[in-house]
T-cell receptor, first 114, second 115 residues
Framework: AQKVTQAQTEISVVEKEDVTLDCVYE???????LFWYKQPPSGELVFLIR??????QNEISGRYSWNFQKSTSSFNFTITASQVVDSAVYFC???????????FGSGTQLTVLP | ETGVTQTPRHLVMGMTNKKSLKCEQH?????MYWYKQSAKKPLELMFV???????ENNSVPSRFSPECPNSSHLFLHLHTLQPEDSALYLC??????????????FGPGTRLTVL
């Protein structure tokens, strides 16, 4: 069985602060994929990143960075110098390598205050 | 139109009504999905279609009936719904090749309210 836990239900920060969103997962599969999606108030889930279980290299894309640690089954997401437009619900998701089904966490509501 | 579109964006219906949700993907993908997003619950996968064939049905009640006439269009037919079916219904698509399942791209969703 797959499980994704996002323990932070809501986070508020002031603009320009850095913020880290936590994601912990459980799976028995040796091959799997991890994802982060952003859901702004408009409702559409926006794909941010995909990592596979064999690639533990951290990734940076502009103000976004991701820290994948297999030893702790975590895939954390950091936003540097947050902006008001970053306000959204962020979902972490897991998919086994052999199936289409995505298992989503319950999401973290991020509010960036001006 | 680009990406994944869904209509209508908002729908209010009574428990005895019949309505349909429409999804169209303009990405050339071969797999399409319906998800349900209820308040304070994780997204739940409802149905998966690959090349127009339904490959997954996650124990969804029969009052939800999907239809996939081609790989670009996906419908969700609704009848005799319950108030607890009120939710955001999201459609997604992906390009799956030779057992490799790629990331899913989502539409904006239909906000459904059942009275």
């Amino acid at each position: 069985a797959q499980k994704v836990t996002q323990a932070q239900t809501e986070i508020s920060v002031v603009e320009k602060e850095d913020v880290t969103l936590d994601c912990v997962y459980e799976t028995r599969d040796t091959t799997y994929y991890l994802f982060w999606y952003k859901q702004p108030p408009s409702g559409e889930l926006v794909f941010l990143i995909r990592r596979n279980s064999f690639d533990e290299q951290n990734e940076i894309s502009g103000r976004y960075s991701w820290n994948f640690q297999k030893s702790t089954s975590s895939f954390n997401f950091t936003i540097t110098a947050s902006q008001v437009v970053d306000s959204a619900v962020y979902f972490c998701a897991l998919r086994p390598g052999s199936a289409r089904q995505l298992t989503f966490g319950s999401g973290t509501q991020l509010t960036v205050l001006p | 139109e680009t990406g994944v579109t869904q209509t209508p964006r908002h729908l209010v219906m009574g428990m005895t009504n019949k309505k349909s949700l429409k999804c169209e993907q303009h990405l050339g993908h071969n797999a399409m999905y319906w998800y349900k997003q209820s308040a304070k619950k994780p997204l739940e996968l409802m149905f998966v279609y690959n090349f127009k064939e339904q490959t997954e049905n996650n124990s969804v009640p029969s009052r939800f009936s999907p239809e996939c006439p081609n790989s670009s269009h996906l419908f969700l037919h609704l009848h005799t719904l319950q108030p607890e079916d009120s939710a955001l219904y999201l459609c997604a698509s992906s390009q799956d090749e030779g057992g490799t399942y790629n990331e899913q791209f989502f539409g904006p969703g239909t906000r459904l309210t059942v009275l």
